[in-house]
């Protein structure tokens, strides 16, 4: 699909604020996988789709976490994580993207997952830093995604799961998991 047309499927499902976020997060995916050798065309497919069911109403999103195969865990822990698998579900019944690996990167966009491939680590960090993100610590993890996509992937994922403690969140499993794969892999 040309990028004209994911854009106009995706404009309509987000407010102005949200698809200028996406904007941000194509053009760092597209830089990111050129940095790192992915592959762009997907980098920018899953970019543009990743936050497509972010408005949808909660009782939709778990919806499609019960009907449709998705790990029912998910709906004890934050109602944030849903629109990520919910959004893989939708991307591909309403926008016709088959791409396993362009869904995936989108169902796995907000908590991770063991065994992240490159286009994964890529939509993760490219929405954690995209120009339009303005939190504590994210000018740090800009400046070591130009060196080092698994460190700045690991400082991206340590400063959510701080996040969330300080707000006396709940950690879905997979993030913890996450961490500590990339954080063993890189002692070596
Ligand atoms: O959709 P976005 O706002 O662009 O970003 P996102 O998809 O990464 O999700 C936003 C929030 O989800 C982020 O502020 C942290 C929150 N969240 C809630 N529970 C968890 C979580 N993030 C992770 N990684 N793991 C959780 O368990
Ligand atoms: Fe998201
Ligand atoms: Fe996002």
Do not use: C
Request: glycine letters at 6%.
């Amino acid at each position: 699909m040309e990028r004209e047309e994911a854009l106009n499927l995706v404009k309509v499902q987000l407010t102005d604020h949200r698809y200028q976020h996406t904007l941000g997060v194509m053009e760092t995916a597209i830089a990111l996988a050129k940095r790192f050798g992915g592959n762009e065309q997907q980098a920018e497919l899953a970019a543009i789709f990743h936050d497509y069911a972010k408005f949808r109403p909660k009782e939709e999103m778990k919806e499609i976490i019960v009907s449709h195969g998705f790990p029912q865990d998910l709906l004890e822990f934050n109602s944030e994580l849903w629109h990520a698998p919910a959004g893989a579900y939708l991307v591909k019944k309403e926008a016709g993207i088959s791409d396993p690996e362009v869904l995936d990167a989108i169902r796995y966009h907000t908590s991770g997952r063991p065994g992240m491939t490159l286009l994964d680590k890529i939509i993760y960090l490219a929405d954690y830093i995209e120009p339009g993100r303005h939190f504590p610590g994210v000018e740090e993890v800009r400046e070591m995604a130009k060196e080092n996509l698994d460190k700045a992937l690991i400082k991206a994922i340590q400063n959510t799961i701080v996040f969330l403690l300080k707000k006396n969140q709940t950690v879905y499993p997979d993030t913890f998991y996450t961490y500590n794969e990339i954080i063993k892999k890189l002692e070596d």
